[in-house]
Nanobody, 125 residues
Framework: QVQLVESGGGLVQAGGSLRLSCAASGRTFSSYHTGWFRQAPGKEREFVAV????????NYADSVKGRFTISGDNAKNTVYLQMNSLKPEDTAVYYC??????????????????WGKGTLVTVSS
């Protein structure tokens, strides 16, 4: 079992930055790839970014490339999502998720095994 807890969400003005954290527990977490997804009001959940368990591979949604950075700290079992140049359209609940698989395409909900409960990010214009 893997447990994921997100933190770091909040209210920020457009152009600002936030860093989300995903703290993981569970003795098998080191073998999982960790991703971030988001769900805006009235929309389906979408892929944002993924980090391989080794930390050597990352993949991003086109909408966040160049603005968001995913990284990890294995010693802390924590994955981060640094979000810069935030836009109102980035407003969403952000979820952390873990998967034993890394796909050569944007990760999908069905690829993920474990999910956190989410943290709300609101970007004001």
């Amino acid at each position: 079992q893997v447990q994921l807890v997100e933190s770091g969400g909040g209210l920020v003005q457009a152009g600002g930055s936030l860093r989300l954290s995903c703290a993981a527990s569970g003795r098998t977490f080191s073998s999982y790839h960790t991703g971030w997804f988001r769900q805006a009001p009235g929309k389906e959940r979408e892929f944002v970014a993924v980090l391989s368990w080794s930390g050597g591979v990352t993949n991003y949604a086109d909408s966040v490339k160049g603005r968001f950075t995913i990284s990890g700290d294995n010693a802390k079992n924590t994955v981060y999502l640094q979000m810069n140049s935030l836009k109102p359209e980035d407003t969403a609940v952000y979820y952390c998720a873990a998967s034993p698989y890394l796909r050569p395409r944007p990760m999908a909900d069905r690829d993920m095994t474990y999910w956190g409960k989410g943290t709300l990010v609101t970007v004001s214009s």
